[in-house]
Nanobody, 121 residues
Framework: EVQLVESGGGLVQPGGSLRLSCAAS????????MSWVRQAPGKGLEWVSH????????NYAESVKGRFTIYKDNAKNTLYLQMNSLKSEDTAVYSC??????????????WGQGTQVTVSS
């Protein structure tokens, strides 16, 4: 079965850094695009970042551009999100999702359970 397991979240002060990991299993990881999404308390789901199946193309939400970096290690079946210069508004549950592109839109068919990121002084 497809499994996506996030880790690496925690409590960090504003301006700090965290690296999130998403361990994938149950499918051929290196032929799928992947995404990170997040949900802050009381807010809706927000797309954060996307990476193509071969890692050759990435994109980011405007709110995180220049601070976050998405990358993947196909040999380890793992997706990462490096988060720098964290702000309080980055506080959310972060989830990874297996991604397909259909008619110019992202489609997510499998999700991880999420990992909590809290940015606070």
């Amino acid at each position: 079965e497809v499994q996506l397991v996030e880790s690496g979240g925690g409590l960090v002060q504003p301006g700090g850094s965290l690296r999130l990991s998403c361990a994938a299993s149950g499918f051929t990881f290196d032929v799928y695009a992947m995404s990170w999404v997040r949900q802050a308390p009381g807010k809706g789901l927000e797309w954060v970042s996307h990476i193509s199946w071969d890692g050759g193309s990435t994109n980011y939400a405007e709110s995180v551009k220049g601070r976050f970096t998405i990358y993947k290690d196909n040999a380890k079946n793992t997706l990462y999100l490096q988060m720098n210069s964290l702000k309080s508004e980055d506080t959310a549950v972060y989830s990874c999702a297996r991604t397909g592109v259909v008619a110019g839109s992202y489609k997510y068919d499998y999700w991880g359970q999420g990992t909590q990121v809290t940015v606070s002084s």
